[in-house]
């Protein structure tokens, strides 16, 4: 992969049914990506993987367990990597919230800047042997998922902290342009938006700077630090939202369209009533209430701050199962001091 400079799809999430029940319990037992056949050359899947960032810019979906098997569910341990084009797979784009301003090309502001995860169909896809990394070995399942997973809450705090800073920057230009950047209750949101962005950033990087090296030469990241972050992440993401709408003002809300604002009739008004302070144009201001109305309001992106990685439940029992808890009692316990 980092030879040829590839990207990668995580095909992990599937989508499920029946949530109490597991994957061979399933009415439908395509519910979850399973192995429906094998040959000599290789094994032939079916199932659907669902939200998959990124899928249509991957050069390879990497397709793995989304949970724990039993040995019942031997079919479902499967994992294997084949390019985003392979016969049989289908990309079905899913819709955000703001995407018909996309396809219309208006009112969206950078119209490059964007989150597309399609559901994946594997209708009955081919994947030869040499691509194949686990076929039946359910034992191995729950590591597989837990480490991937691990990871990915990691980088994610890496990634929303930036999220962060640039909505800090929005907050600060449009407060600017609104001339509140010196009212004190302004800046201190301000600074409240700062806090939660490095908090996470501290998080993600302790996660990195904390891993282990492993007995193949990689590092391990700390697992309860990474899932620390992404708890962290999927409440905090909310409150720098709020913080930045509270900033910005009802225009994020209701901002009149490019069409009005090109209209020969309407467009002089727009221009004259819309306008903020100083010598701004109002064109700037109109584009950073779009900016910030993406920020807050775009489906894809904002849910991924509560869903991305897994739900926070999934971070909680990590967290539970690798903490040492023996070390927290002895703490404790010295403190108090009890013998033992
Ligand atoms: C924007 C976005 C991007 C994503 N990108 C990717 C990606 O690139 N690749 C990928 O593989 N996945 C991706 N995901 C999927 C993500 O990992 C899942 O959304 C997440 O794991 C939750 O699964 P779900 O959506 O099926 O919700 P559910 O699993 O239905 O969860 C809903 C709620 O029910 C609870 N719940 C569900 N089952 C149980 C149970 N058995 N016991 C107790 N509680 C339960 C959950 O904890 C949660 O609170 C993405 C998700 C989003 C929103």
Same mark, same amino acid.
């Given at each position: 992969?980092?030879?040829?400079?590839?990207?990668?799809?995580?095909?992990?999430?599937?989508?499920?049914?029946?949530?109490?029940? !597991?994957?061979?319990?399933?009415?439908?037992?395509?519910?979850?990506?399973?192995?429906?056949?094998?040959? =000599?050359?290789?094994?032939?899947?079916?199932?659907?993987?669902?939200?998959?960032?990124?899928? &249509?810019? +991957?050069?390879?979906?990497?397709? *793995?367990?989304?949970?724990?098997? =039993?040995?019942?569910?031997?079919?479902?341990?499967? /994992?294997?990597?084949?390019?985003?084009?392979?016969?049989?797979?289908?990309?079905?784009?899913?819709? +955000?919230?703001?995407?018909?301003?996309? &396809?219309?090309?208006?009112?969206?502001?950078?119209?490059?800047?964007?989150?597309?995860?399609?559901?994946?169909?594997?209708?009955?896809?081919?994947?030869?042997?040499?691509?194949?990394?686990?076929?039946?070995?359910?034992?191995?399942?729950?590591?597989?998922?837990?480490?991937? +997973?691990?990871?990915?809450?990691?980088?994610?705090?890496?990634?929303?902290?930036?999220?962060?800073?640039?909505?800090?920057?929005? /907050?600060?230009?449009?407060?600017?342009?609104?001339?509140?950047?010196?009212? !004190?209750?302004?800046?201190?949101?301000?600074?409240?938006?700062?806090?939660? /962005?490095?908090? &996470?950033?501290?998080?993600?990087?302790?996660?990195?700077?904390?891993?282990?090296?492993?007995?193949?030469?990689?590092?391990?990241?700390?697992?309860?630090?990474?899932?620390?972050?992404?708890?962290?992440?999927?409440?905090?993401?909310?409150?720098?939202?709020? *913080?930045?709408?509270?900033?910005?003002?009802?225009?994020?809300?209701?901002?009149?369209?490019?069409?009005? &604002?090109?209209?020969?009739?309407?467009?002089?008004?727009?221009?004259?009533?819309?306008?903020?302070?100083?010598?701004?144009?109002?064109?700037?201001?109109?584009?950073?209430?779009?900016?910030?109305?993406?920020?807050?309001?775009?489906?894809?992106?904002?849910? !991924?701050?509560?869903?991305?990685?897994?739900?926070?439940?999934?971070?909680?029992?990590?967290? !539970? =199962?690798? +903490?040492?808890?023996?070390?927290?009692?002895?703490?404790?316990?010295?403190?108090?001091?009890?013998?033992?």
């Amino acid at each position: 992969m980092q030879t040829n400079d590839l990207t990668g799809n995580a095909g992990v999430t599937d989508v499920k049914g029946d949530r109490s029940l !597991s994957p061979h319990q399933q009415e439908d037992k395509d519910l979850y990506l399973r192995v429906i056949d094998k040959n =000599r050359e290789g094994i032939f899947v079916r199932g659907a993987k669902a939200h998959q960032t990124g899928s &249509l810019s +991957s050069h390879e979906i990497i397709v *793995l367990p989304t949970r724990a098997l =039993r040995q019942e569910d031997e079919d479902y341990a499967v /994992a294997f990597a084949i390019p985003a084009d392979t016969k049989g797979l289908i990309h079905i784009v899913g819709r +955000s919230s703001l995407d018909t301003r996309e &396809l219309e090309g208006t009112d969206c502001g950078n119209i490059r800047y964007s989150k597309y995860c399609p559901t994946l169909i594997f209708d009955d896809v081919f994947v030869p042997w040499e691509r194949v990394f686990m076929c039946g070995e359910v034992e191995f399942a729950g590591e597989i998922v837990g480490r991937f +997973s691990a990871f990915h809450r990691q980088s994610h705090g890496g990634c929303k902290a930036g999220k962060i800073d640039a909505m800090t920057g929005a /907050a600060q230009i449009v407060a600017e342009y609104n001339g509140t950047s010196k009212v !004190s209750h302004i800046r201190e949101k301000i600074i409240d938006m700062i806090h939660r /962005a490095e908090t &996470l950033y501290g998080c993600s990087l302790a996660a990195s700077y904390e891993g282990k090296k492993e007995p193949s030469g990689t590092y391990f990241i700390d697992p309860v630090l990474a899932n620390a972050s992404k708890i962290h992440e999927g409440k905090e993401m909310a409150e720098v939202g709020r *913080l930045l709408v509270d900033v910005a003002g009802g225009f994020v809300a209701d901002l009149p369209s490019d069409r009005d &604002l090109k209209n020969p009739d309407i467009g002089p008004l727009l221009q004259k009533y819309l306008k903020g302070a100083g010598d701004v144009p109002t064109m700037n201001r109109v584009k950073m209430f779009r900016l910030i109305e993406k920020m807050v309001l775009e489906s894809a992106d904002t849910i !991924s701050d509560i869903h991305g990685g897994g739900s926070a439940a999934a971070h909680r029992v990590t967290i !539970s =199962r690798e +903490s040492d808890m023996d070390y927290k009692k002895r703490c404790a316990m010295r403190l108090a001091g009890i013998e033992g």
